[in-house]
């Protein structure tokens, strides 16, 4: 199994990024995956989900109608827009079994990448 994260850069505020999870060795058609980021400080924060069963998605309220999540085949995507300081993380992406829902917090053994770095600073 395997969980790689990219995409994450410093930016200004108001820029975009995406992120991008590749996985492999597991059918991800029948999990839910999830954007988690970690900041110095604060608690790790889940901030999109998608159930790829259901195509269901939820989102921390700090980041609706800013951040899009997306999957194509093996990979899933976070989309952020009009990125402020405050979404500066570094952001994990992970997988767990789809029937525990988007209300699950992944554990450690579910299936986490490294993480990625995002700055937002001017």
């Known amino acids: 199994v395997q969980v790689v994260e990219s995409g994450g850069g410093l930016v200004q505020p108001g820029e975009s990024l995406r992120l991008s999870c590749e996985t492999s060795g597991f059918r991800l058609d029948v999990y839910a995956v999830g954007w988690f980021r970690q900041a110095p400080g604060k608690q790790r924060e889940g901030v999109a989900k998608l159930n790829n069963k259901n195509n269901a998605t939820d989102y921390a309220d700090s980041v609706k109608g800013r951040f899009t999540i997306s999957r194509d085949r093996d990979t899933v995507y976070l989309q952020m827009n009009n990125l402020k300081p405050d979404d500066s993380a570094v952001y994990l992406c992970?997988?767990?079994?789809?029937?525990?829902?988007?209300?699950?917090?992944?554990?450690?053994?579910?299936?986490w990448g490294q993480g990625t770095q995002v700055t937002v600073s001017s």
């Open positions: 992970v997988a767990w079994p789809a029937p525990y829902g988007l209300g699950y917090a992944p554990k450690e053994y579910d299936f």
